[in-house]
């Protein structure tokens, strides 16, 4: 069975910087595109960004510039370090995957249980 888990989040001053991280476990024979979205209050959720994996990488609009996403050697981990951090910011993010389990299904989509990320301005 495929595990997403994150951790990092939490209450940061504006202006201020987090790095989320969330690590794949299980059953995993391939991980193509790792990424990160996120929900705020009220709203739905939107694609904050994604890495591939040939590492290409996306982002929203509004975070370009400031967020930065990362995998490490095993492409197992994927990395969101935020910088500049405003109060637009806050929201539940959530990590994605698209993981082959080698099951019969090939690649699947997977998701993390969410982590708070808090601005204050």
């Known amino acids: 069975q495929v595990q997403l888990v994150e951790s990092g989040g939490g209450l940061v001053q504006a202006g201020g910087s987090l790095r989320l991280s969330c690590g794949a476990s299980?059953?995993?024979?391939?991980?193509?595109?790792m990424g990160w979205y996120r929900q705020a209050p009220g709203k739905q959720r939107e694609l904050v960004a994604v890495?591939?994996?040939?590492?290409?990488?996306n982002y929203a609009d509004s975070v370009k510039g400031r967020f930065t996403i990362g995998r490490d050697n095993t492409k197992t981990t994927v990395y969101l370090q935020m910088n500049s951090l405003k109060s637009e910011d806050t929201a539940v993010y959530y990590c994605?995957?698209?993981?082959?389990?080698?099951?019969?299904?090939?690649?699947?989509?997977?998701w993390g249980r969410g982590t708070q990320v808090t601005v204050s301005s």
């Open positions: 994605n995957a698209l993981i082959d389990p080698l099951g019969p299904l090939g690649f699947q989509n997977y």
């Open positions: 299980g059953s995993i024979f391939n991980i193509s595109a």
């Open positions: 890495i591939t994996s040939t590492d290409s990488r």
